[in-house]
């Protein structure tokens, strides 16, 4: 359920604006409207975060909980001075245990702010942590300590100043806790409760900074904004509940971009600026020595900076087309809606250009591949590149008709040849389309479809691409257990069979479940123990016969009929592994080979002889 943060954020802006004006308009009410606004603000807050740790649970609970205790304090504070000003018209000063209750609640502040997020998990990012704190905290005391607090003991006196410094002092520390915090935290601040409580603080101290700087320069006209500062902090704090908390995976302490490298900065800026103002030479050097080395050291974290992005983009893209790749193809299909539409993309005919022009061909192939995908898939659409020769092409906001459409002109850009080094490359491709659900999933199946439709075209998938997915599951299941039938042709020739699926089918099918060996060599083991003629004949493929002549050997010699190996290619090779085995060959669409014909091995081509 969303919270209806903004709206009320909104609102109290307008409130604290409203306030402003009325409280320089109308000076002699002042204090009356302050009080008002102060004590309706802590108070009606402190109500609404208890019930909110009411009703949540976990770390909310203990996050509404000290939230609404601060609230409560300086609630308590407030209405010890404002019933009388609202009374009276004049405000008095608060009591010892006011003051205590009041600095009290700058506590839990800080406390509840600190609680949401966590700190970095690396050594590094602590110690980043750390020293950005030390940083600001030194660099805040040093402006406060020129600009309020020296003044304020010379005047008064330690002693008597005691909460006239306690409070600047506190301020200080909660100020530079506060910016620490903003900087790691800038992404899950926008529009949260994180972004509410870290900016009330940050304004209450600023204003807590201001009062004390301007009561000691005498500065008259600061009072309607100061006294606006506390209400709008006390108003924004009041409202954090309304807002949604960051997620679990943002809270980590991480500084990120140009801010979170800035904001360290500034109150080392604030120090620089009041050091120039001093006489001493040996302080102008020192504030220009620190503000070089600042310099330096910005330049360089920027650098840096750019580097991590590089890499980063570098990790989540194709190094050879500049494509989004695997990775973060697969992050955004995460977040792909129902209308969304995925096209996997196979080239065909790859592997031929990079065995005949070499891997260099190949390589300029598929990058000229990726650059056509994506001038006519547009700037809209994702193409990422899978690996190998696979693309994807991500749609979102596209019909079928049009996705169809641009299925087509896929197959027409990967179809245009390819000049390269003075040859020509051709390839096709298959297209499997998708859209809805298991994206991925559906096209991968379209794709599988369309390359056995004779590839060079596209296939969208259907309920029938799931049946047919799911009778080659049950197949692939059925061959690895060994179960199928085999029958035998009229000329005594071995065939498989499964169901309605013929021996072509089934091989395939093995093939791509890494399952050919094994069901070539049961094939043969059944053929040569099943068939009842006088001759068998058995087809068996030229990798099986390359490397399992001693298999072949043997399942000869245990089966003594008449033998003939059916190949659809004949190599030197296998001709001597047939021969060994005391088989007979035939070759597919040719015929027997006579025992005494004799197959030469490839020779070197003329482009590898010595040149005289």
Same mark, same amino acid.
């Given at each position: 359920?969303?919270?209806?943060?903004?709206?009320?954020?909104?609102?109290?802006?307008?409130?604290?604006?409203?306030?402003?004006?009325?409280?320089?308009?109308?000076?002699?009410?002042?204090?009356?409207?302050?009080?008002?606004?102060?004590?309706?603000?802590?108070?009606?807050?402190?109500?609404?975060?208890?019930?909110?740790?009411?009703?949540?649970?976990?770390?909310?609970?203990?996050?509404?909980?000290?939230?609404?205790?601060?609230?409560?304090?300086?609630?308590?504070?407030?209405?010890?001075?404002?019933?009388?000003?609202?009374?009276?018209?004049?405000?008095?000063?608060?009591?010892?245990?006011?003051?205590?209750?009041?600095?009290?609640?700058?506590?839990?502040?800080?406390?509840?702010?600190?609680?949401?997020?966590?700190?970095?998990?690396?050594?590094?990012?602590?110690?980043?942590?750390?020293?950005?704190?030390?940083?600001?905290?030194?660099?805040?005391?040093?402006?406060?300590?020129?600009?309020?607090?020296?003044?304020?003991? *010379?005047?008064?006196?330690?002693?008597?100043?005691?909460? %006239? /410094?306690?409070?600047? +002092?506190?301020? &200080?520390?909660? =100020? @530079? !806790?506060?910016?620490?915090?903003?900087?790691?935290?800038?992404?899950?601040?926008?529009?949260?409760?994180?972004?509410?409580?870290?900016?009330?603080?940050?304004?209450?101290?600023?204003?807590?900074?201001?009062?004390?700087?301007?009561?000691?320069?005498?500065?008259?006209?600061?009072?309607?904004?100061?006294?606006?500062?506390?209400?709008?902090?006390?108003?924004?704090?009041?409202?954090?509940?309304?807002?949604?908390?960051?997620?679990?995976?943002? *809270?980590?302490?991480?500084?990120?971009?140009?801010?979170? %490298? /800035?904001?360290?900065? +500034?109150?080392? &800026?604030?120090? =620089? @600026? !009041?050091?120039?103002?001093?006489?001493?030479?040996?302080?102008?050097?020192?504030?220009?020595?620190?503000?070089?080395?600042?310099?330096?050291?910005?330049?360089?974290?920027?650098?840096?900076?750019?580097?991590?992005?590089?890499?980063?983009?570098?990790?989540?893209?194709?190094?050879?087309?500049?494509?989004?790749?695997?990775?973060?193809?697969?992050?955004?299909?995460?977040?792909?809606?129902?209308?969304?539409?995925?096209?996997?993309?196979?080239?065909?005919?790859?592997?031929?250009?990079?065995?005949?022009?070499?891997?260099?061909?190949?390589?300029?192939?598929?990058?000229?591949?990726?650059?056509?995908?994506?001038?006519?898939?547009?700037?809209?659409?994702?193409?990422?590149?899978?690996?190998?020769?696979?693309?994807?092409?991500?749609?979102?906001?596209?019909?079928?008709?049009?996705?169809?459409?641009?299925?087509?002109?896929?197959?027409?850009?990967?179809?245009?040849?390819?000049?390269?080094?003075?040859?020509?490359?051709?390839?096709?491709?298959?297209?499997?389309?998708?859209?809805?659900?298991?994206?991925?999933?559906?096209?991968?199946?379209?794709?599988?479809?369309?390359?056995?439709?004779?590839?060079?075209?596209?296939?969208?998938?259907?309920?029938?691409?799931?049946?047919?997915?799911?009778?080659?599951?049950?197949?692939?299941?059925?061959?690895?257990?060994?179960?199928?039938?085999?029958?035998?042709?009229?000329?005594?020739?071995?065939?498989?069979?499964?169901?309605?699926?013929?021996?072509?089918?089934?091989?395939?099918?093995?093939?791509?479940?890494?399952?050919?060996?094994?069901?070539?060599?049961?094939?043969?083991?059944?053929?040569?123990?099943?068939?009842?003629?006088?001759?068998?004949?058995?087809?068996?493929?030229?990798?099986?016969?390359?490397?399992?002549?001693?298999?072949?050997?043997?399942?000869?010699?245990?089966?003594?009929?008449?033998?003939?190996?059916?190949?659809?290619?004949?190599?030197?090779?296998?001709?001597?592994?047939?021969?060994?085995?005391?088989?007979?060959?035939?070759?597919?669409?040719?015929?027997?080979?006579?025992?005494?014909?004799?197959?030469?091995?490839?020779?070197?081509?003329?482009?590898?002889?010595?040149?005289?």
């Amino acid at each position: 359920m969303r919270r209806p943060g903004r709206a009320f954020t909104t609102g109290g802006w307008v409130l604290s604006a409203c306030a402003l004006i009325g409280m320089a308009v109308f000076d002699h009410q002042a204090a009356r409207l302050y009080a008002v606004l102060m004590m309706a603000g802590t108070c009606a807050g402190a109500a609404l975060h208890t019930a909110y740790a009411m009703r949540s649970n976990g770390r909310e609970r203990r996050l509404w909980a000290l939230t609404a205790t601060a609230l409560a304090f300086w609630g308590y504070a407030e209405v010890s001075v404002g019933v009388s000003a609202v009374i009276h018209g004049v405000a008095p000063g608060r009591t010892v245990i006011a003051n205590l209750v009041n600095l009290g609640s700058l506590v839990l502040a800080v406390v509840a702010m600190l609680a949401i997020p966590t700190a970095p998990r690396t050594a590094a990012g602590r110690l980043r942590m750390i020293l950005d704190g030390v940083v600001a905290t030194s660099a805040l005391l040093g402006v406060v300590w020129a600009l309020a607090l020296a003044p304020m003991i *010379r005047l008064e006196g330690a002693r008597n100043a005691i909460f %006239d /410094l306690a409070y600047p +002092v506190l301020a &200080v520390g909660v =100020l @530079a !806790v506060a910016v620490i915090v903003y900087t790691g935290q800038a992404g899950a601040l926008r529009g949260g409760a994180m972004r509410a409580i870290t900016g009330g603080v940050l304004l209450v101290s600023l204003t807590l900074l201001v009062e004390v700087i301007g009561q000691v320069a005498g500065v008259t006209w600061l009072r309607p904004v100061v006294l606006d500062g506390y209400v709008s902090s006390a108003w924004l704090l009041a409202v954090a509940p309304l807002h949604e908390l960051p997620r679990e995976t943002e *809270r980590e302490w991480r500084p990120a971009g140009l801010a979170a %490298d /800035l904001i360290p900065y +500034v109150p080392v &800026v604030a120090l =620089l @600026a !009041v050091c120039v103002t001093m006489t001493s030479p040996l302080v102008w050097f020192g504030s220009l020595t620190v503000t070089a080395l600042m310099a330096r050291q910005f330049v360089a974290l920027r650098r840096n900076a750019a580097l991590a992005r590089d890499l980063a983009d570098q990790a989540v893209h194709d190094p050879l087309t500049g494509l989004p790749n695997r990775a973060l193809f697969a992050d955004t299909l995460r977040t792909a809606g129902p209308r969304s539409i995925l096209l996997m993309i196979d080239l065909d005919g790859f592997k031929a250009v990079n065995d005949t022009l070499g891997h260099a061909a190949g390589d300029h192939l598929l990058i000229v591949i990726g650059q056509r995908l994506s001038a006519v898939a547009g700037p809209s659409a994702l193409v990422a590149r899978l690996g190998g020769d696979e693309f994807a092409v991500l749609l979102h906001g596209r019909s079928v008709d049009e996705a169809s459409v641009l299925a087509s002109a896929v197959l027409a850009a990967c179809a245009e040849p390819v000049e390269i080094d003075g040859r020509t490359a051709v390839v096709g491709a298959s297209v499997g389309l998708a859209r809805g659900d298991s994206l991925a999933h559906h096209a991968d199946l379209a794709l599988y479809q369309a390359k056995q439709q004779g590839k060079s075209c596209y296939r969208w998938f259907g309920e029938e691409l799931v049946a047919a997915s799911r009778a080659r599951a049950e197949l692939v299941a059925e061959l690895s257990a060994g179960r199928f039938e085999l029958e035998f042709s009229p000329a005594g020739e071995a065939r498989l069979r499964w169901r309605d699926l013929g021996h072509e089918e089934i091989l395939e099918a093995a093939a791509e479940a890494g399952l050919l060996t094994d069901i070539e060599q049961a094939m043969l083991t059944a053929a040569l123990s099943r068939h009842p003629g006088d001759t068998v004949i058995v087809p068996l493929s030229t990798d099986f016969l390359t490397g399992h002549g001693v298999v072949l050997s043997r399942a000869l010699a245990a089966h003594p009929v008449p033998v003939l190996i059916k190949v659809s290619e004949v190599t030197a090779p296998v001709l001597h592994t047939l021969r060994l085995a005391g088989a007979r060959v035939l070759l597919d669409g040719y015929g027997e080979i006579p025992l005494g014909t004799r197959i030469a091995d490839p020779q070197p081509s003329d482009s590898c002889a010595p040149t005289s």
